[in-house]
C-alpha cells in the first residue's frame, strides 16, 4: 500500500540515516551546582515573560467572580451540612 509521499511498510530515507548519540548531560553536563542553578533561574525568566499578564480591570473582575462563586459554594455546603444534621437528628435522636 502506497501513499503520494511512498511506500508504508518502508521506511523514509531520514529514517534510514544513523543518529548521533546525544551526549550525557546536554547543557547541564558542562557546568557545575552554581551554573545549573543560574540555568535554571534564567529558563524561569524566559518563561515568565512568555506569561500573557491580565489586566487590572481582567484581575478585578477574575477576583470577584472567584470571591462570589466562593460565597455561594460555602452558602451551599453550609445548607447541605444542615440539612444532613437534620435528618441525622431524626433517625437517630
Do not use: C, H, N
Not at 50 to 60: A, D, F
Amino acid at each position: 500500500m502506497t501513499d503520494a509521499v511512498g511506500s508504508i511498510d518502508t521506511p523514509d530515507a531520514e529514517d534510514e540515516a544513523p543518529k548521533e548519540k546525544s551526549r550525557k548531560g546536554g547543557k547541564r553536563g558542562k557546568k557545575g551546582p552554581f551554573g545549573r542553578l543560574a540555568l535554571f533561574y534564567r529558563q524561569i525568566v524566559a518563561e515568565l515573560r512568555k506569561v500573557v499578564w491580565p489586566t487590572k480591570s481582567q484581575l478585578s473582575t477574575y477576583t470577584t467572580v472567584v470571591i462570589i462563586f466562593v460565597v455561594i459554594m460555602i452558602g451551599l455546603v453550609t445548607v447541605i451540612d444542615y440539612g444532613f444534621k437534620e435528618v441525622v437528628a431524626y433517625v437517630f435522636g
